[in-house]
């Protein structure tokens, strides 16, 4: 099943809004904006999803957030899963 389509223009905006006063976004403030633009798709696991996941660091269940069709293209060009 294709994925949403996520809302660029509003991440971008939502990444942009601080700057330049306040423009430190830490890793956490980045992956909430990610998930309410669509980039990243939460999802409840109850085992790994694969050997070098990240929510294979953590117990279960637990979320894992996975990436998004657009970003997902990107991160298996890179070696990289989910
Ligand atoms: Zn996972």
């Known amino acids: 099943m294709a994925d949403l389509q996520p809302d ?5 905006r939502r990444i942009m809004e601080d700057w330049p006063e306040n423009g430190d976004i830490d ?3 980045l992956q909430d ?15 790994p999803c694969c ?9 279960f269940p ?6 998004c069709d657009l970003l997902r293209a990107q991160a298996v060009e890179k070696g990289l899963s989910r």
């Open 8 to 12: 660029l223009e509003q991440f971008a």
């Open 27 to 29: 890793g956490w403030q």
């Open 33 to 47: 904006i990610a998930v309410e633009c669509g980039l990243l798709i939460p999802t409840t696991v109850t085992e």
């Open 51 to 59: 050997d070098d996941c990240q929510c294979s660091d953590t117990g």
């Open 62 to 67: 637990t979320t894992c957030y996975r990436r």
